[in-house]
């Protein structure tokens, strides 16, 4: 369906900070808009509730009516499943689904406000000169089927998966958008089939009028999509596969095997297969079932089970090795490693070091690092140390000033010509604990782990390090990641800054600036009589500057009694 002008919002209009750009596109259930965040300062995407069947725009423009009083019943029934649906979105975090942001009910409807998706529509990557190989295919089912099993977790059922609605982004990985569950919710209550969803990618199960979608739904559309992606053919539609069978003709749908695409693995037009079985049942459950699938020595497929009976045990730990080979190449350089290290340790026992074996402090309040000495004289042998605590941002300058008393008194009660030797050789992996004015003394800290590299900074002062997560909070404030996921979201980042430089302006303003966000969150929930929505942004606020005098009132505001 394409968009009806004088029924989207005008340019220009306002939806708190938002600022309406232009009209996307609309469809049987929804109107989606570009639009400007003049808050973030930034680009985002709209969807309206306005189903076009039961929905006119009222004369002022903005508002949105029920065409006539017998269609009362139909809105506000998909208007709540839209809510519902919007509701779950926004709790989904995850790298290959559009990010939902927040949910506005203006104009007697609603908003989803979601972040702008980038990428190219498979669609056209299906059309370009160069097929889709056997292993962007893979990438392609494994991310989406990962995504969905998260999805489904959330009770929360895509409902129009198709080339159209997957973007490829520029890594190849699939980011889904355009969510249909709640169209068919609709669909189902007012009999009414969405005709604009490309019957070839639609689970047979769906043109029943009473039917809702399901987890194997989103399976069969998924198939189909990989179908099309094989073939550069949409299959044969789920209703003529149903009429035929039920006559007791032969499947339209032309197996893979017969097609143009013969060199692929077995198993990818297998498991196709599978999901674009007609009955319900027959199909894949869940996307457990199918990413064991892929494995070939998953207990549950028999295939590979026969595999692994024919070339033997042998085989099998040669595959294992052919697939991981820093384990054939990266064990003895391990060990010679390891030998280095123990020599190099038998000289340097009295250095002080990081224990990288700590868990980072959680984000509800900065810190230092911790430095912690380890010294054959400091804790004997037969005697556990004390279980370690969380430091304060205040007792993190008192355990480096404790260090250092400890580390010359140490020094001084056991000189050691070798160990002064030693101590020259390691200057350069050397970092200094106070400013040079201050004191000369410095220790030596272990190299950060290679699989994170936003962890620990290696220097307290290193300006790299400090640019690195300033520059990580920035894109996780435009992914509308403020507190969450964990270990990556701006409050996160902006706390391992201050970490490293108490008084760094820019992550201190970063702070507010997610605070002043919840605060306008929350002061909409509040507006709208959704009391507790308040309540609970406002514990999120105040987990990233529990101090605020703004939040402090509003807190004193919300938990009154007659709240």
Known sequence: MSAMPNQSLPEGARLGVYEIKKTIKADSLAIFYQAWNHHLKEQVEIQEYFPHDFAVRAANGLTVECKSARDTDHYHFGLKAFLAQSERLSQIEHPNCVKAETILPFNQTAYLVSACPEGTPLSQRVKSSAPLTEAELTLILTSTLKVLQTLHDHQIVHGNLQPT???LSANGEPVLTEFANARWVLAAHANKFPNELASCFVAPELYDPASEPKPASDFYALGATLYYCLTQEQPASALSRTMALSKGKPDPLKRLRESQNETFNATLPEIIHWMLQTDTQQRPQSAAQILARLQPSAPDNPSGQKAASS???????LTFLRKHPLIVYGTPVIAGLAIIAGLWLNQAEFEPKVDASRPLLPDSAPSAPLIQAEGARAVPTNQQPAPATEPTPASAETNAALLLAQNTTTSAATPNPTNLASAQTQKSAELPVQSPEKSPSTVTVESKAASDPLSDPTKVTDQAEI????????????????????????????????????????????????????????????????????KRTLLRAESVLPNDPKLHKIRTELFAPEN
């Open 467 to 534: 640019k690195r997560y300033l520059t990580a909070a920035q894109k996780a404030m435009k992914r509308v990641q403020l507190t969450t996921p964990a270990s990556d979201n701006a409050h996160h980042y902006y706390r391992k800054v201050l970490e490293i430089d108490p008084e760094n302006a820019e992550a201190q303003a970063g702070l507010q600036k997610i605070v002043d966000r919840y605060i306008w969150f929350l002061q909409k929930a509040k507006a709208d009589g959704k009391i507790n929505t308040a």
């Open 311 to 317: 070339n033997g045990s042998a085989s099998g730990k």
């Open 165 to 167: 609605t997957i973007l």
